[in-house]
Every structure is written in structure tokens, then in C-alpha cells.
């Protein structure tokens, strides 16, 4: 039985405890709020991000977070992308050499544009650290509904060991050494769902959801690719099913975010309305700064920016898309792609 520490309380934190426990773990489960392990000790249940799936009797709620942390196989980070450096640093005398840690966040850090593992290596340096992404929300992986699911780590051992880990007959876990591709392609696919949910929010159909997915996987991978992720990365789970499934549900907190701005609202006041961490905000910001670093074209990426930071109404940012500069659509991406990338296992 592995001993696993869940370090954030929210909607996911809580769905991968289930299934975790499910899966014959021990789960603790760890919050910084006192009031939501307060809830979860006495109802057994996320009221305000997971309502409807119960957790079970013998797992463990705490708000110290050495009980969370110390003797634990494996640690799970699935606090908010703008918390993770923070909880880093204070877990991070708690850990020894080696210690397993799971990011299970999605985001690029505003500041310095890392991800969040290596934000997590930077606090934590001796730690073995992977990551879990792929199309799965949180309301569905609570109810034991079929979802797949990517691991990376750069030690195959650690990433077969965390397969073992988390996958069951609903959890199928694929494993994967490009665990930078993974994360861009987590992040900035919250970016494009903004975009997305703009355009619901504008009243546009299918045809306009349609064109953002497939060109905002042109963005990604290009700017992935610049920066040392593998082609097949972003036209698999992490990229292009992350995406598929983050724009078209009204589980998307970033889709919903996006409809409310579509339909006059400000960032601050859609969420508000959402009352979770809007993930694209944080990212949309870093993933142009990336862009702009490796000199790579993003328009979808640059308009959201313009509607979130400089004001600009979402029927101009799609007007603008739509008369750029006529283009061939696809670029031979192995001109970006260098043959000698090493593929570590």
C-alpha cells in the first residue's frame, strides 16, 4: 500500500484522492485553508468544487502539513499554478533526496516563464519530480468515468511506478519522458479555451470553435517545439485532447470564464462569477513572453492577451484573426524540430 500525500484540497486534488484511494492507497489530504478540511472532515465531501462525490471514511484531512508530507511514498501537487511556488518552499524541508512529487498543476509561472515542475525543482532540488496531465476534468474522474491520462518524467522507473500508481479499469495512464511538452501544452491549451469560450460568449458556432482548436494546436506546438517538445506531444492526449476537451465543456472553468468575457464582462468580473482559479489568465501573459523569447507567432494567443490586459472587445480581437495576412496553413515543423533531440528512454 503506498502512502500518498495530497497537498491541495480543491476539485482535483480531491477527485485524484478518490481514485488514488480507490486504487488501494493510503491518502492524506492536505489543505492550507482550515475551514475546507473542516468541511471535508465533517461531510466527507468538496461541497463547493466537487459536490456529489464522497470521499471515503478512512482517508485523512489534515491542515498540518508535516502530517501530509513526511513518510509519504509520493507527494501530489494540486494546489492553484499561482500557489505552487509557495507551497514548494514549505514542503520543501519536510522531503528527503529522491522524494517522489507529482505535479498534477497546469500553468507557467508569470515571473520567470518556467513551468511548474521546474518552478517545484528550483524550491525542491533533490527531488524526483513528474508530471500527470491529459483531458480530465475533475467532475468525471470523481465518478469513475473512462478518462486517459498522461505521466512524464525524465526516469522511466518513476513514471512506470507512477502508472502503477494511479491507473484502474476508469484511469488508463500513458507514460511519456517529454515532460516539458507536457506542460506547455497544459498550459497554454487554458489560453486557447479562453478564446474559445470568447467566441460562445460572441454567439459564433462551431465553425469558429472548430478553427481555434485546430490553429490554437498550431500555436502551441510551434512555440513547444522551439523550446525542446516532441511534435508528437502536442497532437496527443496532453495537446490536442486537453485542448479538445477544454474547449467544448462547461466544466472548463477557462471556457466559462471566456463565455462571460464574450459577453461584455471584465477578467475580474468573470472571475469573480466562476469563483475558481481561472488557470488561462495566469498563463496567457507567460505563454506570449515565451512566444516573443523564441520569436514564434501566436496571434490567438496575443489577441487574448489584448482582451484581458489591454481592454480590447473580443468582436475586434476575431475580426483581427480573421483579416491577418493571408498564410499557407501547415509549415513543415521538422524545420523547427531538430533531428538531434535526445529522447531519454
Given at each position: 500500500?503506498?502512502?500518498?500525500?495530497?497537498?491541495?484540497?480543491?476539485?482535483?486534488?480531491?477527485?485524484?484522492?478518490?481514485?488514488?484511494?480507490?486504487?488501494?492507497?493510503?491518502?492524506?489530504?492536505?489543505?492550507?485553508?482550515?475551514?475546507?478540511?473542516?468541511?471535508?472532515?465533517?461531510?466527507?465531501?468538496?461541497?463547493?468544487?466537487?459536490?456529489?462525490?464522497?470521499?471515503?471514511?478512512?482517508?485523512?484531512?489534515?491542515?498540518?502539513?508535516?502530517?501530509?508530507?513526511?513518510?509519504?511514498?509520493?507527494?501530489?501537487?494540486?494546489?492553484?499554478?499561482?500557489?505552487?511556488?509557495?507551497?514548494?518552499?514549505?514542503?520543501?524541508?519536510?522531503?528527503?533526496?529522491?522524494?517522489?512529487?507529482?505535479?498534477?498543476?497546469?500553468?507557467?509561472?508569470?515571473?520567470?516563464?518556467?513551468?511548474?515542475?521546474?518552478?517545484?525543482?528550483?524550491?525542491?532540488?533533490?527531488?524526483?519530480?513528474?508530471?500527470?496531465?491529459?483531458?480530465?476534468?475533475?467532475?468525471?474522474?470523481?465518478?469513475g468515468i473512462p478518462t486517459t491520462?498522461?505521466?512524464?518524467?525524465?526516469?522511466?522507473?518513476?513514471?512506470?511506478?507512477?502508472?502503477?500508481?494511479?491507473?484502474?479499469?476508469?484511469?488508463?495512464?500513458?507514460?511519456?519522458?517529454?515532460?516539458?511538452?507536457?506542460?506547455?501544452?497544459?498550459?497554454?491549451?487554458?489560453?486557447?479555451?479562453?478564446?474559445?469560450?470568447?467566441?460562445?460568449?460572441?454567439?459564433?458556432?462551431?465553425?469558429?470553435?472548430?478553427?481555434?482548436?485546430?490553429?490554437?494546436?498550431?500555436?502551441?506546438?510551434?512555440?513547444?517545439?522551439?523550446?525542446?517538445?516532441?511534435?508528437?506531444?502536442?497532437?496527443?492526449?496532453?495537446?490536442?485532447?486537453?485542448?479538445?476537451?477544454?474547449?467544448?465543456?462547461?466544466?472548463?472553468?477557462?471556457?466559462?470564464?471566456?463565455?462571460?468575457?464574450?459577453?461584455?464582462?471584465?477578467?475580474?468580473?468573470?472571475?469573480?462569477?466562476?469563483?475558481?482559479?481561472?488557470?488561462?489568465?495566469?498563463?496567457?501573459?507567460?505563454?506570449?513572453?515565451?512566444?516573443?523569447?523564441y520569436g514564434v507567432n501566436v496571434?490567438?494567443?496575443?489577441?487574448?492577451?489584448?482582451?484581458?490586459?489591454?481592454?480590447?472587445?473580443?468582436?475586434?480581437?476575431?475580426?483581427?484573426?480573421?483579416?491577418?495576412?493571408?498564410?499557407?496553413?501547415?509549415?513543415?515543423?521538422?524545420?523547427?524540430?531538430?533531428?538531434?533531440?535526445?529522447?531519454?528512454?
Amino acid at each position: 500500500m503506498a502512502k500518498v500525500g495530497m497537498i491541495g484540497a480543491g476539485g482535483w486534488g480531491c477527485a485524484l484522492a478518490w481514485l488514488l484511494h480507490n486504487n488501494g492507497s493510503q491518502v492524506t489530504v492536505w489543505s492550507a485553508l482550515e475551514d475546507e478540511i473542516r468541511m471535508l472532515q465533517e461531510c466527507r465531501e468538496q461541497k463547493d468544487k466537487l459536490p456529489g462525490v464522497i470521499l471515503p471514511g478512512d482517508m485523512v484531512f489534515t491542515a498540518d502539513l508535516g502530517q501530509a508530507v513526511e513518510g509519504k511514498d509520493v507527494l501530489v501537487v494540486a494546489v492553484p499554478s499561482p500557489f505552487v511556488r509557495s507551497t514548494a518552499a514549505r514542503i520543501a524541508p519536510l522531503v528527503g533526496e529522491g522524494q517522489k512529487i507529482v505535479n498534477v498543476a497546469k500553468g507557467i509561472e508569470e515571473t520567470t516563464l518556467m513551468t511548474l515542475s521546474q518552478v517545484i525543482l528550483q524550491e525542491i532540488p533533490g527531488a524526483d519530480v513528474a508530471v500527470l496531465s491529459g483531458p480530465s476534468h475533475a467532475e468525471e474522474v470523481g465518478k469513475g468515468i473512462p478518462t486517459t491520462i498522461v505521466v512524464g518524467s525524465g526516469n522511466k522507473e518513476t513514471a512506470e511506478y507512477l502508472r502503477s500508481l494511479f491507473m484502474s479499469q476508469v484511469f488508463r495512464v500513458y507514460i511519456s519522458s517529454d515532460v516539458e511538452g507536457i506542460e506547455l501544452g497544459a498550459a497554454l491549451k487554458n489560453v486557447v479555451a479562453l478564446a474559445a469560450g470568447m467566441a460562445d460568449g460572441l454567439g459564433y458556432g462551431d465553425n469558429t470553435k472548430a478553427a481555434l482548436i485546430t490553429r490554437g494546436i498550431a500555436e502551441i506546438a510551434r512555440l513547444g517545439i522551439s523550446m525542446g517538445g516532441r511534435i508528437e506531444t502536442f497532437y496527443g492526449l496532453t495537446g490536442i485532447g486537453d485542448l479538445i476537451v477544454t474547449c467544448a465543456s462547461m466544466h472548463s472553468r477557462n471556457r466559462r470564464a471566456g463565455i462571460l468575457i464574450g459577453k461584455g464582462a471584465s477578467m475580474d468580473e468573470a472571475m469573480k462569477e466562476v469563483k475558481m482559479v481561472v488557470e488561462g489568465v495566469y498563463s496567457a501573459k507567460a505563454g506570449y513572453a515565451l512566444a516573443q523569447k523564441y520569436g514564434v507567432n501566436v496571434p490567438i494567443i496575443e489577441q487574448v492577451n489584448k482582451i484581458l490586459f489591454e481592454g480590447k472587445p473580443a468582436a475586434d480581437a476575431v475580426s483581427e484573426l480573421m483579416l491577418r495576412d493571408k498564410k499557407v496553413e501547415n509549415i513543415d515543423l521538422r524545420q523547427l524540430y531538430q533531428n538531434s533531440v535526445e529522447i531519454p528512454w
